[in-house]
């Protein structure tokens, strides 16, 4: 399996740009979890999906962020407009549905915003 | 009060030392406890779960206490390549969401 594969592996935009991250996991994974990681704030959930459906969304951090399953292969998370403080490494994992299972991360998009 | 919480470090140990890490989890209801592991510029790989029982693979052996909700890892022998950031990650909220505590950053020196 090829794991967990994200893109782009670096962005580099300008403020106000629309940046998209894409994020395909690992076959007959049931969950897919974006994270955003930042030396100041860990590793932070932004949102999961359970069989395409976003389950919990509480961790994005506002309005510009937005985030799709259009179907089990495929995920995007979009920052639409961007800004300074948005620049972070993103994580996307999936995993298995039983409790027990740990998460396969994807090698992370890291994202600079200038 | 975070709901995962670990001593940031960093420890800096000799080759061949034994060194403990400790985490303390808030949620009480949490089921499932990992150690991951992440090298410098690369994602989070899972290095072992965490059983009640406690276990072990190889160097590293991992406890759980759920009476204190308290999960320690020891690593003995420590090597080179062990130098990584460890992270206790315990289930909470749905059983499938995890929370990653902030690390703890282990450099083994020569």
């Known amino acids: 399996d090829a794991g967990v594969i994200q893109s782009p592996r670096h962005e580099v935009t300008e403020m106000g740009q629309e940046v998209t991250l894409r994020c395909k996991p690992i076959s007959g994974h049931d969950y897919l979890f974006w994270y955003r990681q930042t030396m100041m704030r860990g590793l932070e959930l932004l949102i999961y999906?359970?069989?395409?459906?976003?389950?919990?969304d509480s961790g994005m951090p506002e309005d510009r962020f937005s985030a799709k399953m259009p179907n089990a292969s495929f995920s995007t998370l979009k920052i639409q407009p961007s800004e300074p403080r948005d620049s972070a490494v993103y994580f996307c994992?999936?995993?298995?549905?039983?409790?027990?299972?740990?998460?396969?991360f994807g090698s992370g998009t890291r994202l600079t915003v200038v | 009060r975070k709901e995962v919480e670990q001593d940031p470090g960093p420890f800096n140990v000799p080759e061949g030392a034994t060194v403990a890490f400790n985490c303390t989890y808030s949620n009480s209801a949490s089921q499932s406890f990992f150690w991951y592991r992440q090298d410098c510029r690369k994602e989070p790989k899972l290095l072992m779960s965490?059983?009640?029982s406690g276990n072990e693979d190889g160097r590293f052996t991992a406890q759980l206490n759920r009476a204190s909700q308290y999960i320690s890892l020891l690593i003995r022998d420590s090597k080179l390549s062990d130098s990584a950031t460890y992270l206790c990650?315990?289930?909470?909220?749905?059983?499938?969401?995890?929370?990653f505590g902030s690390g703890t950053q282990l450099t083994v020196l020569p």
């Open positions: 994992a999936s995993s298995w549905a039983g409790v027990g299972y740990g998460y396969t």
């Open positions: 990650v315990v289930s909470s909220g749905s059983a499938r969401q995890l929370t």
């Open positions: 999906f359970n069989n395409n459906v976003p389950i919990d």
């Open positions: 965490v059983y009640s």
